[in-house]
């Protein structure tokens, strides 16, 4: 049974950063698609970045472009969130997705438990 565990949310002040992390276990980490989402009190989950397996490429948010930055390494099984410049509109919780695609392309979507993040003006 594939597991995800998200950490490194706390409070933060405007302007600051975190480094949030994504540990993989109980599946084949590498074979995923991994991305964060978030979601605001009162608000839908949204995406906010995207990395291909090999780590190769990404995809922002345009909210988040700029400021954060996903990264994979999948020797640790763990995916990471840098988060720069934080504004107050970035707080929520934050979840990591795995998606695990078989051959035929019908895919598994893994989810974590999210990490709360705030940041205060």
């Known amino acids: 049974q594939v597991q995800l565990e998200e950490s490194g949310g706390g409070l933060v002040q405007a302007g600051g950063s975190l480094r949030l992390s994504c540990a993989a276990s109980?599946?084949?980490?590498?074979?995923?698609?991994m991305a964060w989402f978030r979601q605001a009190p009162g608000k839908e989950r949204e995406f906010v970045a995207t990395?291909?397996?090999?780590?190769?490429?990404?995809v922002y948010a345009d909210s988040v472009k700029g400021r954060f930055t996903i990264s994979r390494d999948n020797a640790k099984n763990t995916m990471y969130l840098q988060m720069n410049s934080l504004m107050p509109e970035d707080t929520a919780v934050y979840y990591c997705?795995?998606?695990?695609?078989?051959?035929?392309?019908?895919?598994?979507?893994?989810w974590g438990q999210g990490t709360q993040v705030t940041v205060s003006s």
């Open positions: 997705k795995g998606r695990d695609y078989d051959s035929t392309g019908y895919y598994t979507d893994y």
């Open positions: 990395i291909s397996w090999n780590g190769a490429s990404a």
């Open positions: 109980g599946g084949t980490f590498s074979n995923y698609v």
